[in-house]
């Protein structure tokens, strides 16, 4: 499923693309106009946090719940509120933030019935190295799952290790990529039952920024994170690309050319419901950022993938 999350004011011409209304002719020569694109939910500029964790996220936790791994991942340009979205701020808390109180509440709601272990990883994958950020001493990590704990104050010690530089487009880029990994085991209390254990993977990713490197004066290091950024998120296009294929023949899926897609192999293969959280930006000077974005959400949305249970009995 594809969620388009508009952060701001965007008008839909009446052929379907995406324009900003003032400028609406310029960008209709730009880009010809008869670009469709279709997506699940448009969120304009008003709507709030909550909205669109209500029509984006909270329908997906009861899959939780039962058993599946699920997956909600922001893409866009830089500067377009990718960080927003997945995590907001003080009094407009994000997706990230939203998803654990919804889940603690559902969860105690079933307390009664299972007994539940939470265990939380917190990574960040940045210049082509992935950092555990529950724990930034342990250097650069080799991949693997680690992490237990308290979730939101993990979420809030994560967030203060996560690599973020000013640059033109934005005060407080993030010149990484976010996964925050939540693992849920439900054990039935009643040994009586026929239930299962439930174990279920819950990825919220708040992904770097793509950046047009003409478009920015960045240099040194700056320079370097982009490309590195825009390098993974190239990886993460052709496997998107790969999945949706609709040859035949299924081609390759390219996810060792990152640490991004390998960390991702089973959000975006896997045995996984995902959610892809497109942000866009209302400005005229991102036209041509909002044009790619779009079409990159548009390949995503062709992936069909089938989830199912992951169930394990335990000895009763
Ligand atoms: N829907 C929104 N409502 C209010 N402010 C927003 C919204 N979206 C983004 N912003 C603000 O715009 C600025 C840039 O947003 P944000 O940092 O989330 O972008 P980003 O896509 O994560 O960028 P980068 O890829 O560079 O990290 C921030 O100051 C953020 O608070």
């Given at each position: 499923m594809i969620q388009?999350?508009?952060?701001?004011?965007?008008?839909?011409?009446?052929?379907?693309?995406?324009?900003s209304t003032n400028r609406r002719r310029e960008a209709t020569r730009a880009i010809p106009c008869n670009a469709k694109f279709a997506f699940d939910?448009?969120?304009?500029?008003?709507?709030?946090?909550?909205?669109?964790?209500?029509?984006?996220?909270?329908?997906?936790l009861q899959d939780v719940l039962s058993g599946h791994n699920v997956s909600v991942f922001a893409y866009g340009a830089t500067g377009a509120g990718k960080t927003h979205t997945m995590l907001g701020h003080g009094g407009e808390p994000g997706i990230i933030v939203l998803t654990m109180v919804e889940l603690f509440e559902q969860l105690r709601q079933?307390?009664?019935?299972?007994?539940?272990?939470?265990?939380?990883?917190?990574l960040e994958v940045y210049?082509?190295?992935?950092?555990d950020l529950l724990n930034p001493s342990v250097g650069v990590l080799n991949l693997r799952e680690s992490?237990?704990?308290?979730?939101?104050?993990?979420l809030t010690k994560g967030n203060q290790n996560?690599?973020?530089h000013p640059t033109d487009a934005n005060a407080t880029s993030s010149r990484s990529h976010a996964v925050f990994q939540l693992h849920v085991k439900?054990?039935?209390?009643?040994?009586?039952?026929?239930?299962?254990?439930?174990?279920?993977?819950?990825?919220?990713?708040?992904l770097a920024g793509s950046e047009r490197a003409s478009a920015t004066s960045n240099r040194g290091a700056r320079m370097r994170e982009g490309a590195n950024i825009n390098k993974s998120l190239l990886a993460l296009g052709s496997c998107i690309n790969a999945l949706a294929s609709t040859a035949r023949r299924k081609p390759h899926v390219p996810y060792r050319n990152s640490k991004l897609t390998r960390l991702l192999k089973d959000s975006l293969g896997g045995n996984t419901r995902t959610i892809m959280l497109a942000n866009v930006s209302p400005s005229y000077g991102t036209y041509d950022d909002t044009?790619?974005?779009?079409?990159?959400?548009?390949?995503?949305?062709?992936i069909k993938k089938s989830a199912s249970a992951w169930r394990r009995t335990r000895p009763l």
């Open positions: 388009l999350h508009v952060s701001t004011a965007v008008a839909v011409c009446s052929c379907g693309c995406v324009l939910h448009v969120f304009p500029e008003q709507s709030s946090q909550l909205q669109v964790f209500q029509k984006t996220t909270k329908p997906i079933r307390s009664q019935e299972y007994e539940t272990d939470l265990s939380v990883s917190y210049n082509e190295t992935i950092r992490g237990d704990g308290v979730v939101m104050a993990l996560r690599t973020q439900q054990t039935p209390r009643n040994s009586g039952t026929t239930a299962h254990v439930l174990t279920a993977k819950m990825s919220l990713i708040d044009f790619n974005t779009l079409q990159y959400a548009k390949s995503a949305k062709n």
